[in-house]
């Protein structure tokens, strides 16, 4: 009888050979292939940036952002654009979902220089910046010093030049940010007293700054066209630009009738400073620090951007100033690699576990490793899939390859096994192979088909979800194509060339491994008498197949969903939120007692504190930090783990702030998405115009305080506010048109006055540095200090801006967010204990829709808006591989019959998946959903070798019971063999700890239960669903039609 591996068993060399060419493929590809934590799941992102210092967040949102996004609106494959408008200018996130991110990035520059010239002449004089950026915080990097070493300036400038430069440089960073500092830049601070005397206003000393601080070119003396008798050229030159203080001091600003001159040191002082001075930081012994943030570009692989910011740091260290200490706050790529030896430590556990099983199993160390000789064919000739397919070594494909470290093994277990018992029998080595493969060739490939396809579905889908899944499924299907190749040529030709029946252990391997084999062997016994009763109870099973499918349906639908579960990164972020209108001196006195609090707690290891400062803006009453704790390794208790030290934090904070919000929470998993952890989403005027801010706030507060009230959510809060304290400048337009004042030149001198205005450039060194020109702080107080200020009308007269302005208080916004470009509020919440974020998204939906509101609607954000998408893709995608797998075995087979069986014990692995992850309290996750995938094929396969070997017997023409029964008896030693094996890999994602933990446990829970009750289950079901099924056929006649046919 010939089988497909009959042209192995007669080429023993050539099946070594093509083997070993596997291996050698996976090793060339192993070089190429890139190591990272996740492949790209976020979608493609540019950020736009235009600053306007001084202007109002609705004055940006009107002459700035709403031109800026009704013309990208229209970008190709442009899937969300969210924006920010705050007194220091606009901020435009655009995410593209697939499409080249650098043809994006081009297209977004496009459409803002169609734009550009509309925009104010100061946002022009900034420029417009398109960036292919994402919100991955990489690193934090806090640089700091004692106060009576070195000042903040000194500092600030420093790191500008000399850090931030270098680092900008490092390919794949796409933005450095700094914190707590600034570049440096000339200030010329002005008074307004001694402007007065002078008979001067803030914008004539403008006005000659343009005029004297200019660059210079004045071509050659002697070029062509020149006399014969010329013979050289004289090149002109004469500096335009002032470069020192001094120099600035010494410009004219006025002159008089009588010759005297006014200069800049008669009506204020010039300082080299910062560019601005919003921020002030901080680090965990309270020294003065200035931080860089370091974003990773968009696309590119966060270790090797870490490895060449470390080499740039490594060459830069020679150059630090006496003094200065350098602290790694942040560092998402050492939680990286960390969860990736985690990962590939547990395969390595996993390959170590299976071999262990083999040889107990198996009784024979030879037996033992010709099955395990699929492991390194399989997991290493993946790596050419990988390759193939665009793909890296990261967290999920190392997934792939530990849940397939057991499945790789059970078709050359069952290939070897039943090779060996032939042996056993005294068959001739290669007749015994001949024979085992003529028998189970058939089997080996259907089960290898049922676990290729089932993950075929997987392929199909989009977005963050089919980027999540492919990699495990790629990684899996590759596996298992090489474990079939391996099983249907190396192994049976290993198996009949190394085995033999007169072959025995040695004596002290043989105490060891024999007893285990012989107590699977006795496990016969009992499992025929059992098999014989339960095949009575035939309607029993069947009412028990029926009430475990409406407990698989009740669990599933029951158990919580989650996207992806919470990591310990050893990471943590604080965001800190004052009333409206506190001023900077206050936030960071609230700072400094956060900091004493943190100060108290063994476990932090650096921090860094920013007062006015936030993520994604920039305000004096906020402030944020960065926590780093001690490594996960010496932090082995469950008190002592990230979400531990958060909650006890927050516990602190509590009692020691209390006119301040602070919120301590974990870094989030996912990168890319979000700079903060927890659910995101936007509150969204769809009024048409007709709700003011107050109102859109109003909207926003009921949202928040519903959501409370369900007791769900440990936080929930915007950091919006429509009420912040200001002045209201009204002109009057008929008193100043009476006395000749110009709109313009009033906007000019208050900018000029209590904004930052930047007039110009000059240089310092080798450094460009901004002229901004302000008034002195002692001037910029109150509203008395506004209308004090003179502005000069159209015959040269001063006018006080009390002739011509009323001023009130009032209230306004301190940002205006949009989302899809109308107004939004952006709103966080931070599911409580036992809530998943499947459960808070579902809970948030329904909140929003009990309320009736038809002027708001809910947009999700960050991750939140993946998982929302997602929605019950998940059980289609688990429907549809159920239906391919079906459609696969029907073909097979020619019969419907057969798949039904086969697919009856599916609903009962689901269910064991299910209960594990309820027994240990878990969510079901995306990972714990890719375990069910893997399930339904572990389950399928198991029932293939049953119902396989029965339609032999039966076509043999044995009778029904005796070939069920037969068939199942037969087939129960590689059935446990080969659940052992799988059981065995499965142990240490069930068990694992350490960085990435969360996620190895999900899939291991569901995949480790799932398959030790759909194995129990399976010896039994499959075997009575068999009995009825054929039963019927025989009786309608069909089975006999097949036999004879068969015959």
């Keep these: 009888m010939k089988s497909i591996s009959d042209p192995f068993l007669r080429r023993p060399v050539l099946t070594l050979v093509l083997s070993l060419l596997v291996i050698l493929g996976g090793l060339i590809s192993l070089p190429g292939l890139k190591v990272e934590n996740l492949p790209p799941i976020a979608p493609g992102r540019v950020s736009v940036s235009a600053s306007y210092p001084g202007a109002s967040p609705e004055v940006v949102e009107q002459g700035v952002t709403t031109l800026l996004e009704k013309q990208f609106n229209g ?17 435009i996130s655009l995410g593209f979902e697939g499409g080249n991110p650098e043809i994006n990035q081009i297209n977004t520059q496009n459409e803002a220089a169609v734009v550009s010239r509309q925009l104010p002449a100061q946002v022009a004089r900034f420029g417009v910046q398109v960036r292919r950026t994402s919100d991955d915080l990489l690193m934090v990097l806090s640089f700091s010093a004692s106060r009576d070493r070195y000042d903040d300036t000194f500092l600030s400038g420093w790191v500008d030049q000399v850090i931030r430069d270098r680092l900008q440089r490092v390919p794949g960073v796409g933005e450095v940010r700094l914190f707590g500092g ?8 002005l008074d307004p007293l001694r402007l007065e005397e002078r008979n001067l206003t803030i914008s004539e000393v403008r006005d000659a700054l343009e005029e004297q601080n200019v660059l210079a070119a004045l071509g050659q003396a002697g070029v062509a066209p020149s006399p014969d008798d010329q013979l050289v050229t004289l090149p002109l030159r004469m500096e335009g630009r002032l470069r020192t203080a001094q120099e600035f001091e010494s410009l004219v600003v006025d002159r008089s009738a009588n010759g005297g001159v006014t200069l800049l040191k008669d009506v204020g002082r010039v300082s080299l400073g910062s560019e601005n001075y919003e921020a002030i930081a901080t680090d965990l012994s309270g020294k003065t620090a200035v931080a860089v943030g370091i974003f990773q570009r968009d696309g590119s692989n966060a270790l090797e951007v870490s490895q060449g910011i470390e080499g740039a740091l490594k060459e830069l260290g020679p150059r630090f100033p006496p003094g200065v200490d350098l602290q790694v706050i942040v560092d998402e790529a050492a939680s990286i690699r960390t969860s990736i030896d985690r990962t590939t430590a547990s395969l390595r556990e996993a390959v170590l576990l299976v071999f262990l099983v083999l040889l107990l199993g198996l009784g024979n160390s030879r037996l033992a490793l010709i099955s395990a000789s699929a492991v390194p064919v399989a997991l290493i000739g993946s790596l050419a899939v990988l390759r193939l397919s665009g793909d890296s070594i990261n967290t999920l494909t190392l997934f792939g390859m530990v849940l397939a470290s057991g499945l790789v093994v059970d078709d050359a ?8 018992r032939r042996l056993e029998n005294g068959r001739p080595p290669l007749e015994a192979a001949r024979e085992a493969m003529a028998e189970l060739g058939g089997a080996v490939i259907a089960t290898s088909l049922v676990l290729i396809v089932v993950f075929l579905p997987v392929l199909t889908l989009q977005g963050s979800l089919g980027r999540l899944y492919a990699p495990i499924a790629l990684t899996i299907g590759g596996t298992i194509v090489f474990s079939t ?18 072959r025995r252990e040695p004596a002290w391997l043989l105490r060891w491994i024999d007893p285990p084999r012989r107590a699977l062997e006795r496990l016969e ?32 639908e029951q158990r919580p969903k989650a996207f992806i579960p919470q990591e310990d990164s050893g990471q943590l972020r604080g965001v800190v939120l004052l009333q409206d209108g506190i001023a900077l001196p206050r936030t960071q006195q609230v700072m400094e007692q956060v900091r004493e609090v943190m100060d108290q707690e063994p ?52 009692q020691r702030i209390s006119d301040a919000s602070v919120i301590v929470s974990e870094s989030p998993t996912v990168r890319g998405f979000s700079s903060e952890s927890g659910l995101e989403f936007d509150l969204l005027d769809t009024s048409g115009g ?28 915007t950091r919006f506010s429509a009420d912040a304290p200001l002045l209201r400048l009204i002109p009057d337009r008929l008193r100043m048109a009476s006395l000749q004042v110009d709109l313009d030149e009033l906007v000019s001198v208050l900018g000029a006055s209590f904004g930052s205005d930047y007039v110009n450039d000059s240089f310092e060194g080798d450094q460009v540095r901004r002229v901004i020109l302000q008034l002195e702080g002692e001037a910029r107080r109150d509203a008395d200090d506004v209308l004090a200020l003179q502005v000069r009308n159209r015959s040269g007269q001063l006018i006080p801006l009390a002739q011509i302005v009323q001023v009130e208080a009032g209230t306004g916004p301190t940002t205006i967010n949009h989302t899809r470009l109308v107004r939004s509020i952006s709103i966080r919440a931070q599911p409580g204990p036992g809530v998943s974020s499947g459960q808070a998204i579902a809970l948030l939906e329904q909140l929003q829709q009990d309320r009736g509101s038809t002027a708001t609607d809910l947009e999700w954000a960050g991750l939140a808006r993946e998982e929302a998408r997602a929605g019950g893709g998940n059980l289609q995608v688990f429907a549809l591989a159920v239906l391919v797998m079906l459609l696969v075995l029907a073909g097979l087979y020619e019969n419907f019959a057969d798949p039904f069986i086969i697919l009856a014990t599916v609903p009962m692995g689901v269910l064991g998946g299910v209960l594990g992850l309820a027994l240990r309290g878990l969510p079901l996750d995306v990972y714990g959903q890719m375990g069910l995938l893997v399930l339904v094929a572990l389950a399928a396969k198991n029932a293939i070798l049953i119902v396989e070997f029965a339609n032999q017997r039966l076509a043999e023409g044995m009778p029904l019971d005796e070939a069920v029964h037969g068939a199942a008896v037969a087939r129960l030693r590689p059935i446990l063999l080969t659940a052992f094996s799988s059981l065995a890999g499965f142990l240490p994602l069930l068990f694992a700890t350490g960085a990435g933990s969360a996620s190895r446990i999900s899939i291991g829970t569901v995949v480790f239960f799932g398959l030790l009750v759909a194995t129990g289950l399976t010896l039994f079901l499959v075997p009575t669903l068999y ?3 054929k039963g019927w056929e025989l009786s309608l006649g069909g089975g006999h039609g097949r036999r004879a046919e068969q015959a």
């Design 75 to 91: 970008l190709e494959r442009l899937d969300s654009i969210r924006s920010t408008s705050s007194a220091n200018g606009s901020s």
């Design 690 to 717: 007709r709700l003011s801010l107050g109102e859109f706030q109003q909207e926003a507060e009921a949202f928040i305080a519903a959501a409370r009230q369900t007791g769900a959510f440990e936080q929930v809060g």
């Design 413 to 420: 277990i069952v290939v070897s096994e039943d090779i060996g």
């Design 485 to 502: 190749f391996n099983a249907l040529t190396f192994t049976p030709v290993a198996a009949s060339r190394l085995l033999h029946a007169d």
């Design 525 to 556: 016994r009992p499992y025929d008498r059992l098999l014989s009763r339960v095949l009575h109870w035939r309607r029993r099973v069947v009412a028990g197949l029926l009430v475990g499918l409406l407990l698989t349906g009740l669990a599933f």
């Design 1027 to 1029: 009995r009825i099924v």
């Design 182 to 189: 600034s570049s440096l830049a000339f200030r010329l601070w």
């Design 603 to 654: 476990l932090i290891r650096f921090a860094n504190f920013y007062a006015g400062r936030s993520f994604g803006d920039s305000s004096p009453n906020k402030g944020i930090f960065f926590l780093r704790l001690k490594p996960i390794e010496e932090r082995p208790g469950a008190d002592q783990s990230a979400a531990a030290v958060a909650e006890r934090l927050n516990r602190r904070l509590r």
